[in-house]
């Protein structure tokens, strides 16, 4: 026995949003067997976009029972049943939310129209309820009404069901089968040819446009685990609408995902994706040469796009760093940014600063120092090589740190067992870093490392 179902809500998203009417068809695969509607008091004023679309107003449901005093006819109705709908996934979301606030649990198989529609009627343009109506004769009496959209989706599943020669219904109800799940967009073979390897999935929306990024151990696993549960949010609703198709990138190991996860977020910045959006307020060693023509180092908040000769998380770091760099190379603390105001140099006093302040000292020789601090600095910074598993057995994966500085990641032909840098960029892809894919690199490098291979 199937339940058609059609709602009418104050908004997209079941937890802040209530239901203004509810039209359930109960038909047997022949006959509609019983029929139910009601206007509904959502508890909350309804838009005045949404009076617009569906002619339901505030006065209308002022009088009508609130969902928890029809909630067990409703359940009832539903329990044993297999709930279809239109965009099934948005009405089943809002009753079992509703249906759950009235302490009733609902547990039912789903069937989408929108789904079956592309699979028993492909090719054609729209597969909303209005145009799939049109296309196939079908009057809708009270378009945007509960009962009007229930009705004619209660005779757009009759032929659904005498037109389903590949047995698209079936498959969809078969125990273990995912497809109920699915956005309703998004055909069921793009998760189906996804490969259980380490990779990075891209979500598009219709344009083609990514919406969300995400990396996993195994992309088959990963990317139905999204489509699971029944969340009401706003979020996951506007999610499931939006997720037309779904590509990916194989890599070798899940570290690689982690790195690639990282950089494509930040470069594509999706609509979806919270996490790692955030500003990254580490600082850095910047250099520039004043008028004078003295190189002069400041500490500087990292800014995007700028490439600070070295990099810390902590203000106090970077200034215990600089203190140590004055003292062994003997640079001026003004010139520094380390002493401000008048008075005697601080570094005269400890005999790091030979005048330079002052214009006593050549900028060429002073800059000397500044450089050769800059060379020491970088030298301290590891360099790391990791070497693992490829995407097949003739290619091993690799990435590589230098100095401390992520310089990208790539696949290596098996037989080149090497750690020269020199040897393995060729085959790499150079990618931007950030803190993350630093953080991620950083425990592979050991103090005083200056070049290291890690065999995973």
């Known amino acids: 026995m199937y339940a058609i179902v059609d709602i009418e809500t104050t908004g997209g998203h079941a937890s802040a949003n209530g239901i203004t009417e509810i039209a359930i068809y109960l038909f047997d695969g022949r006959e509609v067997t019983q029929h139910y509607q009601t206007l509904v008091n959502p508890g909350v ?8 679309l569906t002619g339901i107003t505030n006065s209308m449901v002022a009088e009508a029972p609130p969902f928890e005093a029809v909630a067990p006819l409703i359940h009832e109705l539903l ?10 996934n948005f009405d089943y979301s809002f009753v079992k939310h509703h249906l759950a606030a009235a ?19 492909p090719g054609l343009p729209s597969y909303s309820l209005g145009n799939l109506c049109r296309h196939l004769e079908i009057p809708i009496n009270g378009r945007h009404r509960a009962g009007g959209d229930a009705e004619a989706t209660t005779k757009l599943f009759s032929l659904l069901l005498q037109h389903d020669k590949e047995k698209a219904i079936a498959g969809a109800l078969k125990a273990g089968s995912k497809e109920q799940f699915l956005p309703p967009n998004l055909q069921p073979e793009v998760v189906k040819q996804l490969p259980e390897v380490p990779g990075v999935y891209y979500f ?26 029944h969340s009401a949010s706003r979020q996951r609703q506007n999610f499931l609408r939006t997720v037309c198709n779904i590509t990916y990138q194989e890599t070798g190991t899940d570290l690689m ?6 950089v494509e977020i930040k470069r ?22 004043d008028q004078e023509g003295y190189l002069r180092l400041v500490i500087e908040k990292k800014r995007k796009f700028s490439h600070p000769v070295h990099a810390f998380n902590l203000l106090i770091d970077g200034h215990r760093l600089l203190r140590a760099l004055i003292r062994q190379f003997e640079l001026c603390p003004r010139l520094c940014f380390l002493q401000k105001g008048g008075g005697t140099c601080a570094g005269k006093t400890a005999a790091t600063c030979h005048g330079a302040c002052e214009k006593l000292e050549a900028p060429e020789a002073y800059n000397e120092r500044v450089k050769a601090a800059i060379a020491f600095l970088q030298e301290q910074q590891p360099s790391v090589v990791i070497l693992d598993k490829g995407r097949n057995t003739g290619e091993q994966s690799c ?11 790539g696949y290596v032909p098996v037989h080149l067992q090497t750690t020269d840098a020199e040897l393995l960029r060729p085959h790499l892809t150079q990618y931007p870093e950030n803190e993350i894919i630093i953080s991620l690199l950083r425990p592979y490098a050991g103090a005083g490392q200056q070049l290291a291979s890690s065999q995973k």
């Open 45 to 52: 004023p309804i838009p005045y976009y949404i009076e617009s």
């Open 79 to 88: 329990h044993d049943k297999i709930f279809v709908a239109h965009n099934v």
């Open 204 to 229: 598009h929306d219709l344009k083609g446009k990514v919406v969300y990024v995400g990396k996993a151990k195994d992309l088959k696993k990963r990317v139905n685990s999204h489509f699971t549960g």
């Open 257 to 262: 995902a982690c790195i690639l996860e990282s």
């Open 399 to 409: 990435i590589l740190m230098e100095k401390g500085r992520f310089y990208g990641m």
């Open 268 to 289: 594509l910045w999706p609509a979806f994706n919270a996490a790692q959006k955030r500003v990254e307020f580490r600082y850095g060693f910047y250099l520039f040469e």
């Open 103 to 121: 302490g009733l649990d609902l547990q039912c198989k789903k069937l989408c129209t929108v789904r079956l529609g592309r699979k028993i009627f």
